[in-house]
């Protein structure tokens, strides 16, 4: 999957769009392809400078800072996770600025005020099941999970407000007005799903730890792969720590 790219397909006139018969409409608006030399280029944290160029039908890609003959080339391959990385590229970035845990979360069709919960979650543009973003310090919680979280802890006149309300975009914003038991609710919810999250796993975020250290030292061995999944468990469980110290800091207050 990392060689393989989606570009534009090009659609020159041929023989059946000269009869008429234009199928070109059953085509798929990209194409999967293979881009040598660049396709060999490796990560490194920045912006996006590779485009496709769909006059020339060529990959276009501007280097990040100076380099010198005989100097690595790198590009930046987009603003991914770590679990991507690791699964579509196969390595992960300890630093990544951008990296972020999902939990899953939905709406029970059993629940009385389901449909009004919907309703309020669609003007905020968000699905009544869906992936959603716990991130690293200083944010913590994404807009759209604290606003989700907002919505699933409403009585019926609270939903009813938002819902009437022109400004239920403001249920994205840490600082939202919200009544102190609502808010309560909220953080009380959060802190105890990622406290349920953290337990999952069979190990604690202090033994991985001491095992990654180990590694990096030497004492301890482990393939590749071994490592990479430790450090990712690691660097996954120290988001979901420190949200949930975030939370318990939201509750007390």
């Known amino acids: 999957m990392t060689r393989e790219n989606m570009i534009p397909r090009s659609r020159p006139l ?37 485009f496709f160029n769909v006059g020339t039908q060529e990959m276009e890609s501007a280097a990040q800072s100076d380099f010198k003959a005989g100097e690595q080339i790198f590009i930046h391959y987009g ?56 991130l690293p310090p200083p944010t913590y919680i994404s807009p759209q999970l604290l606003a989700f979280v907002r919505v699933f802890n409403m009585n019926a006149q609270q939903l009813e407000h938002w819902i ?32 349920l999250l953290l337990r999952v796993f069979p190990t604690t975020l202090e033994a991985d730890e001491e ?22 468990r690691v660097l996954e469980k120290r988001i979901l720590a420190a949200a949930l110290e975030y939370a318990r800091q939201r509750v007390k207050a």
């Not at 199928?23 to 030399?37: M, V």
């Not at 939905?106 to 003007?123: C, H, I, V, W, Y």
């Not at 095992?211 to 990712?232: D, N, P, R, W």
């Open 14 to 50: 041929n023989a059946a769009t000269a009869n008429g018969d234009d199928t070109s409409q059953d085509q798929p608006d990209n194409i999967a392809a293979l881009i040598p030399f660049w396709d060999m280029a490796n990560h490194r944290q920045g912006r996006v400078t590779s």
């Open 79 to 134: 603003d991914r996770a770590n679990a991507d990385l690791m699964i579509h590229n196969g390595f992960i970035n300890p630093t990544n600025p951008k990296d972020y845990i999902c939990i899953k979360l939905g709406l029970g069709t059993s629940d009385p005020l389901f449909e009004q919960r919907a309703k309020l979650l669609l003007l905020m543009q968000i699905t009544k099941n869906t992936d959603l973003k716990v």
């Open 164 to 195: 009437t309300s022109e400004r239920a975009m403001d249920l994205l914003h840490i600082d939202c007005a919200l009544e102190t038991t609502l808010e309560s609710k909220t953080w009380q919810y959060l802190q105890t799903r990622l406290m």
């Open 211 to 232: 095992q990654l250290a180990a590694y990096k030292k030497g004492e301890l061995y482990f393939c590749y792969v071994e490592a990479m999944v430790l450090e990712y």
